[in-house]
């Protein structure tokens, strides 16, 4: 199992940054997947982000790709999601995922099997 917990959250006005955290533990850290998923009242969780095992690969939703990044440090067992320009549509749970039977990319929250339990993000306009 992987176990992950989340932070960085927090209100920002529109135009901002934050800076997401997600620190892993159990598994190997550097083989797995990691992706980052968001969710608001009412709609399915989303697709933001994902990175490989090795780092070396990285896919982005439409909505946040120029804005958003996805890195991670495998010595530290931890993925960031570096998010500027931030956007009021930007506002969601934010949640870390880790894909932990495979190391490739995946957008189907379905493929990752551990999660984070959330961190508020809320982007005022």
């Known amino acids: 199992q992987v176990y992950l917990v989340e932070s960085g959250g927090g209100l920002v006005q529109a135009g901002g940054s934050l800076r997401l955290s997600c620190a892993a533990s159990?598994?190997?850290?550097?083989?797995?997947?990691m992706g980052w998923f968001r969710q608001t009242p009412g709609k399915e969780r989303e697709f933001v982000a994902v990175?490989?095992?090795?780092?070396?690969?990285?896919d982005y939703a439409d909505s946040v790709k120029g804005r958003f990044t996805i890195s991670r440090d495998n010595a530290k067992n931890t993925v960031y999601l570096q998010m500027i320009s931030l956007k009021p549509e930007d506002t969601a749970v934010y949640y870390c995922?880790?894909?932990?039977?495979?190391?490739?990319?995946?957008?189907?929250?379905?493929?990752?099997?551990?999660w984070g339990q959330g961190t508020q993000v809320t982007v005022s306009s």
């Open positions: 990175i490989s095992g090795s780092g070396r690969i990285t």
């Open positions: 159990g598994r190997t850290f550097s083989v797995v997947a």
């Open positions: 995922a880790a894909r932990t039977s495979y190391s490739a990319v995946s957008r189907r929250s379905g493929d990752f099997d551990s």
